[in-house]
Nanobody, 122 residues
Framework: VQLVESGGGLVQPGGSLRLSCAGS????????IGWFRQTPGKEREGVSC????????NYADSVKGRFTISRDNVENTVYLQMNSLKPGDTAVYYC????????????????WGQGTQVTVSS
């Protein structure tokens, strides 16, 4: 089982990126999928999550209105569209598959991706 993130990179403030989380050996449509981010010296922070049962999503206050999570069950991929990026969004972004179909505490995550670096800088 693997989760593979892609789409990170260097972008100027105000720019956009779309992160992808592709599942291998795991049908993502059965599970809630979350995006987390981490910077050196800080705890991992939950960014967004999408459930599988009803498609409900939630967002950290710091990204509401700028980030959008979505899933494509045919492609077995979950996306994080990030707009109006700020330097404070700079981090390694991880996707994660929860044990259940609904979002919850990170202790309920069964699988983590390897992470993709997002750097917002002029």
């Amino acid at each position: 089982v693997q989760l593979v993130e892609s789409g990170g990179g260097l972008v100027q403030p105000g720019g956009s990126l779309r992160l992808s989380c592709a599942g291998s050996g795991l049908t993502l449509g059965y599970y809630a999928i979350g995006w987390f981010r981490q910077t050196p010296g800080k705890e991992r922070e939950g960014v967004s999550c999408i459930s599988s049962r009803d498609g409900n999503s939630n967002y950290a206050d710091s990204v509401k209105g700028r980030f959008t999570i979505s899933r494509d069950n045919v492609e077995n991929t979950v996306y994080l569209q990030m707009n109006s990026l700020k330097p404070g969004d700079t981090a390694v972004y991880y996707c994660a598959a929860y044990r259940w179909s609904w979002c919850g505490d990170p202790s309920m995550v069964d699988y983590w991706g390897q992470g993709t670096q997002v750097t917002v800088s002029s």
